[in-house]
Each structure stands twice: as C-alpha cells, then as structure tokens.
C-alpha cells in the first residue's frame, strides 16, 4: 500500500500544479543544493524575435531573410520561428527547399528547390508560374545549400565572417542578443541578431531559490556572452555555455562528483539526459514529451517559481515523515 504522507503529498503536489512521476527524488527535493536551468525555453519565454540584420557585400537584408527563412522551414526551433515569422511579417517570398537537415545543436542546413518568383512576375501572372520550368537566371541559383547557425556552426565549418559581419555580431552580443550566421554555400551572406525574452516569472523563481539558500546554475547550448547576459540579469550564479545536447548531462555529473545534489529543469529534447542524470529531474509542462517522460517531477503550470514551491512542499511531507 502507499504510505498515507505519500498519498497526501501527492495530491498536494497536484493542487500545486506538480505532477510526481518519481517519488524517491520528490523525497530528495528537500536536500537540493543546487538547481541547473535550460535557458531557452525554461528562463526565457521560448521565444525570440528578430531584431537586427546584416549582410555581407551585394547582399540585401531581404536576401539574408529569405534565404533563411527557407533554409529554417522544417525547423522547430524557435530562431527557426523567429526568422520565419520575420519573413511572413514582410511578405518575402520564401523558396521551397529539398534535403532539410537539422544540424543538432548548430543549427540548420537546407538546399533551395529554386528562387521565389520576383515580385512583380508573380503579380502579373501567377497562374503561368506554376509549374513552369525557373527562367536561366533563376535555375543558375538553384540548388545551393542554404545553412543557418550559431557561431558555433562557423568554428564546425571553419569559416571565418567577414570582420563587418564579426563586429555586428558581438555589438549585439554585448547587448546579450543572439546571432545566428546565414551562409549560402560556404559564403556567408549575413548575420540575424535575435533577442532572449526572459519571463517574468524567471526572476521570483530565483530569488526564492536563493532564498533557500539554493544555488542556481543556468545550462544552454547558446553562446557564453548571450548566456552570461540572461544570467546577469537574472542573477545567476553558475553558467555552462556552449553545450552541445549530448554534454549537457556531463555538466550535471560534474555538480554531483563535486558533492551537490542537483536539480535540473528543462523543457527539451536536448535537455532529457540531464534530467535523466540529476537528482531530481523537473521538466516544464508544455515542454516535449521526451523532456516529460524524463523528468521526476512535471510543471504543469509551466511556471519556474514552482521550482521553489516543490522544495518547501518536499520539506513539509517528509519532515512529518521522518
Ligand atoms: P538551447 O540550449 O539554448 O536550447 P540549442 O542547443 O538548441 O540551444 O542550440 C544551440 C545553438 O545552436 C543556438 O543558440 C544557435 O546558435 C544554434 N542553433 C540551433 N538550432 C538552430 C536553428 N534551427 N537555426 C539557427 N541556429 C540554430
Ligand atoms: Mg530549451
């Protein structure tokens, strides 16, 4: 039979907006010493928007979109969502795309099927585009392959920007914005900065951590500048930046070889094995699935200050138990 303080805890974990898949590390939340956030997603809205753009040479800023807005087509994430929506927001014909590959962590690359129909063409007659044969100066840019990524994919590919492209990127990440690099082929053909919007909750969450006397640690696999600027704001005192998917679980043995026991809140496919790792694994509510069906405990209200709530609740249950 359940223990009765076990029955209890639960359905007032429930009240709470906490679902315990596991509870064993419910039991452990109590003793948490340190809690581990994914950024994206977790401390941030899971949203982002565009806003700047540069390019290289002839290229224009509706070029750089376009291109990346193809290239981003069949991506979930939300730089893809942010580009995408830009393009839309500015009626730029976005191409189709063929041999879509998500390059885990980096970004994305893509290859263009053939160039939007200019403008005034496609106004002029649109039926007689369909299913036509591109033009020469249309099948000559057909088929390159369009990639889109951090400046992580770059140092991948070793190819340098040019310094203009390099300067616009760290200006904006001086002011804790993203960027993300467009290339055409090997060429880069210009740089999108984006913008982290933290939630409101994120910084309740963790003053009330810190309150506890908890340590808050904050895990992503975005660039150290772009992530120091999220955790300064938010005041957090440990950062692991540039991580790629399959290392963020190390990050979390680390804490644990160094004695911490360590909570990990995620919402992602790339944040499962930390959250397999940790001690007690939260994954936020309406993040993916594997992220779900990983975590100990589940947020069902999405809600990051619930983190805190869940300590003190352990705290109350099993002190009575003890
Ligand atoms: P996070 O840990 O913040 O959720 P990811 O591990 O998903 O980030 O991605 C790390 C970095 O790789 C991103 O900050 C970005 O620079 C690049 N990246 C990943 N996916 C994409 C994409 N679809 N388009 C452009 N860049 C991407
Ligand atoms: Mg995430």
Redesign the pocket.
Request: aromatic residues 0%.
């Given at each position: 039979a359940v223990p009765l303080v076990v029955a209890i805890n639960t359905s007032m974990a429930a009240r709470n907006g906490m679902l315990i898949r596991d509870r064993i590390a419910m039991e452990s939340a109590r003793n948490l010493d340190t809690v581990v956030f994914?950024?994206?997603?977790t401390l941030t809205e899971g949203e982002q928007g565009v806003v700047d753009v540069a390019t290289a040479d002839q290229w224009g800023e509706d070029d750089v979109l376009t291109l990346a807005a193809a290239a981003?087509g069949d991506?979930e994430?939300v730089?893809?969502q942010a580009?995408r929506d830009t393009a839309a927001d500015q009626d730029l014909p976005v191409p189709g795309v063929r041999g879509f590959e998500?390059?885990e962590?980096?970004?994305?690359r893509a290859t263009i099927e053939r160039e939007a129909v200019p403008a005034a063409a496609s106004t002029a007659d649109e039926s007689a585009d369909i299913g036509a044969p591109p033009s020469d100066a249309e099948s000559d840019r057909d088929g390159h392959t369009v990639s889109?990524?951090?400046?992580?994919?770059l140092r991948h590919l070793e190819i340098d920007p040019d310094p203009a492209l390099e300067r616009f990127a760290s200006e904006a990440g001086d002011r804790g914005e993203?960027v993300?690099y467009v290339l055409r082929d090997e060429t880069v053909v210009g740089a999108i900065a984006l913008a982290d919007v933290i939630r409101e909750e994120s910084f309740e969450a963790i003053d009330a951590l810190h309150g506890m006397g908890v340590d808050v640690a904050m895990?992503?696999?975005?660039?150290a500048d772009?992530a120091h600027a999220v955790a300064d704001e938010l005041e957090i005192d440990t950062v692991f930046a540039e991580?790629?998917?399959e290392d963020k679980d190390e990050k979390i043995l680390e804490l644990q070889e160094r004695g911490h026991l360590v909570g990990m809140v995620g919402d992602?496919v790339?944040d499962a094995p930390a959250l397999t790792r940790s001690d007690v694994g939260i994954a936020i509510g309406s993040g993916t699935d594997v992220a779900v069906e990983s975590a100990d405990v589940v947020l069902v209200e999405n809600d990051p200050r619930d983190v805190a709530r869940l300590v003190r609740l352990s705290a109350k249950s099993y002190r009575k138990m003890a």
């Open positions: 994914d950024k994206t997603g981003e991506s994430h730089i893809a580009i998500a390059l962590g980096r970004g994305v889109v990524g951090g400046p992580n994919l993203g993300v895990l992503t696999g975005d660039d772009v991580v790629l998917p992602g790339n």
